[in-house]
């Protein structure tokens, strides 16, 4: 592991990738009044467990430190929400990620595949991330949910100013000091809201056969979604049926390019590419970390976590519990069982799950069909995203 965190430059913060692990896998932080969560059998007992460990976290966020609702709608934010609510969304879109449907979009994917790698070879340069990785899954889900993939540039300002900012809540810190990085999410957020209700309020008039559609058409127990529950909605819809797959794509190039020997297995035995992203999920989890509240004392890795306090499941740490995975710091498409939890575990397991393997998959597919070697180029470094909780690359330049 040495020299792939000098080769790539990989931050202290991300310190599960640089192969330390905590003296215990949960741990009270008193300076944010946080509990973190770093084993992986302690973190799938959170995951499968929603009565004890609620997705809603936002009721222990401090007073000022979230804006109002009329800023800030959460009206139908699905990571929010715990059961029944949680199932009654859930099942609106379920019908939009289904086995067949998903498979149907092969042929597409692997169109646009050829249609962005022919562009940058035009350009005489592939950046993956810029050229493919990005472009790929959001023309994709743009598509789907009905939106113009014309806007991608949109997307992705809006994408990067929620996620590529290294915010840290802290329970305990006044929240004046926080609440200036907690508000520049406020603008995109606002942005897309307004982008997204002008779009549904055009579906309300002139219906297509698009996911938007479905969402201002659908009714949960009897009665129309709100205005803003659909936009919410729409939002979560549109940002995680891309980023997923974007980092996915880059984090799974990055793992061929740092093992070689598995890049050549993997080029001669095409079968085993979805076994090669499986192991990417693991090695480098895209969402490294999720938030759960507890709703009532717990026995959590030896140790008692009392009700209402924040917890931190680092997935990413899990996903090397040397405690469940045999050597975790080596990449191994061959690994079996992988039981990751890079797409979490149930009822939140992710949605869009199939659809970012078989992008994954197609796309791999393509890109060995056409490069003779998948390398970074040495003289232009990767450059990994900055916030911990999440693990990428912002650009990946190929040779």
Same mark, same amino acid.
């Given at each position: 592991?040495?020299?792939? #965190? ?27 009044? #946080? ?49 029944? =609510? ?61 939106? $113009? ?30 609440? %200036? ?19 549904? =309020? ?33 939002? #979560? ?22 093992? $070689? ?26 969402? %490294? ?17 009392? %009700? ?30 992988? $039981? ?12 869009? %799950? ?10 791999? =597919? ?34």
């Amino acid at each position: 592991m040495t020299d792939i #965190i000098e080769r790539y430059d990989i931050s202290e913060r991300h310190f599960w990738l640089r192969g330390a692990r905590p003296d215990r896998p949960v741990e009270y932080d008193a300076d944010t009044a #946080i509990w973190n969560v770093y084993g992986h059998p302690e973190a799938q007992e959170i995951l499968g467990d929603p009565a004890t460990y609620s997705s809603d976290t936002m009721r222990l966020i401090p007073k000022g430190l979230i804006p109002e609702s009329d800023e800030f709608p959460t009206e139908g934010l699905i990571t929010q929400m715990d059961p029944p =609510e949680h199932g009654k969304l859930r099942k609106l879109v379920s019908s939009a990620f289904t086995r067949k449907v998903v498979a149907d979009l092969e042929p597409r994917i692997a169109s646009l595949t050829g249609e962005l790698l022919d562009a940058a070879r035009e350009r005489g340069r592939l950046e993956l991330v810029t050229d493919l990785a990005y472009p790929l899954p959001v023309i994709v889900i743009a598509e789907l949910l009905g939106v $113009p993939s014309g806007d991608r540039a949109l997307f992705k300002r809006w994408a990067d100013a929620l996620f590529q900012r290294d915010t840290k809540i802290s329970l305990t810190k006044p929240v004046e000091e926080q609440s %200036a990085d907690m508000r520049a999410t406020l603008t995109p957020w606002k942005e897309m809201s307004e982008y997204l209700a002008g779009h549904a =309020e055009e579906r309300g008039r002139r219906p297509r056969a698009d996911l938007l559609t479905k969402l201002v058409e659908a009714e949960v127990d009897g009665e129309r979604l709100p205005g803003d529950q659909v936009v919410t909605f729409a939002i #979560i819809l549109l940002l995680a049926g891309h980023v997923t797959t974007t980092m996915l794509l880059g984090n799974t190039v990055l793992c061929l390019d740092a093992f $070689p020997e598995r890049q050549e297995e993997v080029r001669a035995r095409r079968a085993s590419i979805p076994a090669a992203i499986e192991e990417s999920l693991r090695f480098l989890t895209p969402f %490294a970390a999720v938030a759960r509240s507890t709703t009532r004392e717990a026995e959590l890795g030896g140790v008692t976590v009392p %009700a209402d306090q924040l917890l931190m499941v680092w997935v990413g740490s899990a996903n090397r519990d040397p405690r469940q995975f045999r050597d975790p710091g080596v990449f191994d498409p061959g690994r079996d069982p992988n $039981p990751h939890l890079a797409f979490g575990r149930g009822i939140h397991f992710c949605l869009g %799950a199939p659809l970012a393997r078989l992008e994954g998959r197609v796309a791999l =597919e393509v890109l060995l069909d056409r490069h003779p070697v998948l390398r970074t180029d040495p003289g232009d470094p990767v450059e990994f995203m900055p916030t911990p909780t999440m693990t990428g690359v912002r650009r990946l330049p190929l040779v």
